[in-house]
């Protein structure tokens, strides 16, 4: 007797083997992307030998900034806004100008200037100046009213070298 065959029997072979040439397929396609994935991460994305940074760092260095003169003023101690007036403030602040000219007029406006920081300064509270923002917004504001004072030439910066609430 002839043993017939099932027509779904023969259909699914050929599916097996089509799987399993789509695994084998789907693997070696993942070895390529990694193999190429490897390649630009060690040509591109790896560091640079230690003579290649220091070339490049030298390129593109900027000229260091010229520290300019300092004049440093005299201490201010002053009462904070506080309703039970028990906080003090003592502050030292150091300028820095553009010349020796800039400081010259800077000690001639010093009167100027240091009846503008006790007023500023007594205006805040507490709160204000024991953050850092606080302190970085009062060093803003200082700069700004002596840079109106000190115009046409410019302070560069303001140093508190001493920053003491009590």
Same mark, same amino acid.
């Not at 503008?116 to 606080?134: D, H, K, R, W, Y």
């Given at each position: 007797m002839?043993?017939?065959? #099932?027509p %779904? !029997?023969?259909?699914?072979? /050929?599916?097996?083997?089509s799987? $399993?040439?789509?695994?084998?397929i789907?693997g +070696? ?26 070339? #490049?760092? %030298? !390129?593109?260095?900027?000229? /260091?900034?010229?520290?300019?003169? $300092?004049l ?5 101690? +002053? ?6 007036g ?7 602040i ?12 800077a000690?001639? !406006? ?8 006790i007023? $500023? ?17 009062v ?28």
């Amino acid at each position: 007797m002839a043993v017939e065959k #099932d027509p %779904e !029997a023969t259909e699914q072979v /050929p599916k097996k083997k089509s799987k $399993m040439v789509f695994f084998i397929i789907l693997g +070696v396609g993942i070895l390529v992307l990694g193999g190429g994935g490897f390649f630009a991460y060690t040509k591109f994305m790896t560091h640079k030998p230690a003579t290649e940074e220091v070339a #490049d760092q %030298e !390129a593109k260095k900027e000229p /260091p900034q010229v520290i300019g003169e $300092m004049l440093v003023l005299e201490p201010f101690v +002053v009462n904070l806004a506080d309703p039970k007036g028990k906080r003090y403030l003592k502050v030292k602040i150091e300028l820095e100008l553009e010349s020796k000219e800039a400081v010259d007029k800077a000690t001639k !406006a010093a009167p100027k200037l240091r009846d503008m920081v006790i007023m $500023m300064l007594t205006s805040l509270g507490f709160e204000e100046v024991m953050t850092p923002e606080g302190k970085i917004r009062v060093r803003d504001e200082l700069l700004e009213r002596f840079n109106e004072i000190m115009r046409p030439d410019h302070i560069k910066n303001i140093y508190f070298t001493e920053f003491v609430v009590q």
